[in-house]
């Protein structure tokens, strides 16, 4: 039986046109070693005078894939539309990747995508993309929340994509190279969608940040996306990889908090390091840092860490 995949193992999640000469290098790991999660997009980021170039490569790189067995990215396709993907559910290869990105994904398009999903593989997982102006409406919201607790489609379901740009080109807006995303409107998105998808079961992952030169608000804008409990981040450039992938490290002190609160012995309510630590409300948070640190490890402390528990965060890494 194949190990489900965790929404945690996404880390920080490359964008790259199918277009790309080099996209087999990339799957292989021989250009990005440090590469956790990848999506090949047939879809914005491909002309439509692109489209059959896109596809042919695209094939020869499952092609390459068939049979081997290598340490490779988590790999998934993002379609043009649901017609493109029933098309790419045929072709040879498709069972080496993980899943699809599924775009433009609303109360409009559900039907048709509902139905990709059904007609995939059981192994195929999906990443709904929230990215139109439905997603605008927190009533529009609901009603698509309450239609993905359909089992034929939730339990497919890795993580719901949080598509920024489209998002902002609803709002006429673009994102600033000097502020993060959470100083426009599409802050209040966000939160309005953590607060109807995390309690229904669901992951969310974080917008890119375009700009890759400065990665000073890359990395203010990422700290307030784990405070929302985003799980990852879209980047578009291999140099964001190792600012999101160091962001996801957990301090080690909320990593010994965690460790104690997930442990049955302890009271109902006790102290730890001038908080207090409540089992019964801390409980979904403490499961959130111990499979964040299974899969980025922890940031070391000098103090309040003790031995055993050094030795235990140190094997993290």
């Given at each position: ?13 490359l964008?790259?046109?199918a ?21 090949i ?34 790999v998934?396709?993002?379609?043009r539309h ?56 927190a009533?529009?919201v ?10 034929g ?43 109807h ?31 929302h ?10 140099s ?45 948070w ?15 402390h000098?103090v ?12 993290l890494?």
């Amino acid at each position: 039986m194949t190990t489900r995949i965790s929404p945690y193992q996404l880390g920080a999640t490359l964008y790259m046109p199918a277009t790309r000469p080099d996209l087999l290098e990339v799957i292989l790991r021989q250009k990005i070693p440090d590469l956790r999660s990848m999506v090949i997009c047939l879809e914005d980021a491909v002309r439509e005078d692109e489209v059959a170039a896109s596809l042919t490569n695209l094939q020869h790189c499952l092609h390459e894939l068939r049979g081997q067995e290598r340490d490779v990215p988590l790999v998934f396709i993002r379609p043009r539309h649901p017609q493109m993907a029933h098309k790419l559910l045929a072709v040879q290869g498709i069972e080496c990747i993980d899943g699809f990105v599924l775009p433009k994904f609303d109360n409009q398009s559900f039907a048709a995508w509902y139905a990709v999903v059904q007609a995939a593989p059981a192994h195929l997982l999906f990443m709904p993309t929230l990215e139109t102006a439905q997603v605008l409406d927190a009533l529009a919201v609901r009603e698509l929340c309450e239609r993905l607790q359909d089992e034929g489609i939730k339990s497919r379901i890795l993580a719901l994509r949080i598509g920024g740009n489209d998002l902002l080109s609803c709002l006429r807006l673009r994102t600033h190279h000097a502020h993060t995303l959470y100083d426009w409107p599409l802050g209040y998105v966000v939160a309005m969608l953590v607060t109807h998808f995390v309690p229904a079961g669901f992951h969310l992952t974080a917008p890119v940040f375009e700009y890759f030169q400065d990665h000073t608000i890359l990395q203010a804008e990422f700290q307030r996306d784990l405070l929302h409990g985003l799980v990852g981040k879209t980047v578009i450039h291999p140099s964001q990889i190792a600012v999101i992938h160091q962001a996801l490290k957990v301090d080690s002190r909320d990593y010994e908090a965690a460790l104690r609160i997930l442990d049955d012995a302890m009271p109902a309510v006790f102290q730890f390091e001038g908080a207090m630590c409540e089992p019964a409300t801390h409980h979904h948070w403490a499961v959130q840092v111990m499979e964040r640190a299974k899969h980025f490890g922890c940031h070391l402390h000098a103090v309040a860490v003790d031995e055993g528990m050094e030795k235990e965060c140190a094997a993290l890494y």
